[in-house]
Every structure is written in C-alpha cells, then in structure tokens.
C-alpha cells in the first residue's frame, strides 16, 4: 500500500501549533443548488445556512422517526448508541440511514447533494450519520473541536475535503445549546497532544478528552474570528467545513434540540489507515465502504408515508 503523507500531524508531544490548511475550502465550480454568494460566504466562514429545507409534513415525520429511533431498547442496547455518561440517556445514534428508511431517504436529498457535490467538487459518500439528541434540562455539551481533526488521526481522512450537514429537526434557539461555530478557523489546523489511546472512540463519544484543541489555539481563533450561533427553524441546515472549529454547550431549558448530522466525503478522498491511532475506528463512525450516493426527490418519500399526528 503506497504510503500517504501526513499533511496535518497532530497527537504530538510538546507543543501544539496551528498550522495553516493546505487544501482548498471549495473544490468545484460548477453551477448547482448554492449560489455564487453561498459559495463565497463559505469559503470565508467556513460555514452556510439553508432555510426551509423541508416542509412542515417532512419535520413531523423525520421527527417520529427519531423518537422511535430513541425509544427503541434494541437500538438503545446496540453499538450504534451513545448514552450520557451521567443520565444514561441516548445522547447520539449513528448510522441512522441503516436503521431507517425515511433517514436513508434524507441524506439522498436532492438539494442537500446537489450543494455538497458543488463544495467537493464531485461524487461524494457519507462517511458518517448520526442523530444527536439534547433533551430539555439534562442535554449535554459537545466540547470545541475540529471533526477533521479525529477523522485525520483516528479514521484515516486525508484531505480536507468533506461537510457536514446539521438538520434541525427542532428549532435552534440561541439558549437551548445550539451549535456555535468560530468563522474562518477552517483556515488553520489546530495541532492536538496526546497519544490516541487504544479503543479512544468508547470514550470520546461520551467525553472528548484527546483530539481536542489547547485554550490557548480556541482563544487565539476567537480574539481573531468570534463565535457564530446560527438560529435555525425546524427544518432548516447548517453546511459547514470538516475543519470549522464548533461546540455547543448543555441544555438546561424545557426546549429539546434534536439535529441529524449527515458527514459527507469526496469519493477521492477515501479513507487510508489511521495517522494518529492504532486502529481505525468502527464502520459507523468512518465509513471504509464507500458508495457513490445518488439524488432522492424526499418529498415522495414524504408522501408515501401515513399521515402522522402533530
């Protein structure tokens, strides 16, 4: 097997730097769902909105489904589910277009290809799915991190050449631990110490405490870029780079944020054996099989399915 550069070393001993990103930030230019302004917002922020991706009817049903998808003990029990290291409760499902149709529907939306085929440049696979799930009161936070980062040192991920979409499912307020984002960190890769512990991923999931960024790189990044809080609409989405610095803190109010993450990767940047890590991690977290995905039209999915009470 040819051996890969490391452009991005990270899991260092010593100190940790920024480095600059080596990679573009949009990598096609042919016309599609995003406008030439969306394309240039994203390339400067590292990040975009789409308003009204779905239709009430559609929230309602991909709303079910995730309840079902929570309440199920056969899905609670399997790999796929991560549970608060506190409560108990299920704070993420993985792969969720493997357990459900109506999922596997959505992340074949169209419009949501069209615009990831535009920022990648072409043919793309999910490397990863996953619902995250922060109920009213006891939803806790996901600490600032590049995902990059862990896909680099843990998955294989070569390049910077990948998206992830957030769907809300509820509406994003500025209180109820939405996600924050620090515009233009896409443009550096923060360096991270430590040796990756052997099965890091059991843990992680629950606590990230490796692959994560200094205080000293997140308050230089922000003293220079800010934070951004998008607030979204139920049925709305976030588009942002692999590399975009984000978190989001817990949720101490009555309103539940629920927000389906759909990870999109070049099909020419298919994962290579980890670069910080003694094994790669599972297939659902880094998808080593990749299929080119092919457009839905989602709403006849949505009008295949009984009608469900508000």
Known sequence: METMIDKYPSRVDGEACLLPRLDPVVHGNKPGQLSRAELSAFESNGYIVIRDLLNEREINMLQHECERLRRSERIRQSELAVTEPTSGETRSIFAVQTVSDVFAGLVRHKNILSAVRQLLGGDVYLHQTRANLKPGFRGKEFYWHSDFETWHAEDGMPSMRAVSCSIALTDNYEFNGPLMLVPGSHMYFAQCLGRTP?????????????????????????????????????????????????????????????????????????????????????WFLGNREPEILEPADFSEIGNAMPALPA
């Open 198 to 282: 052997d099965g890091h991923y059991l843990k992680s999931l629950k606590k990230q405490e490796y692959g994560v960024p200094s205080d000293a790189q997140l308050e230089w990044m922000v003293k220079e870029h800010g934070i951004d809080v998008p607030k979204l609409q139920a049925g709305s989405m976030v588009i942002f780079d692999c590399n975009t610095m984000h978190g989001s803190n817990s949720n101490i109010t009555p309103y539940p944020r629920t927000n389906i993450f759909a990870v999109y990767n070049s099909i020419e940047n298919t994962l290579q054996e980890p670069f910080a890590a003694e094994a790669a991690r599972p």
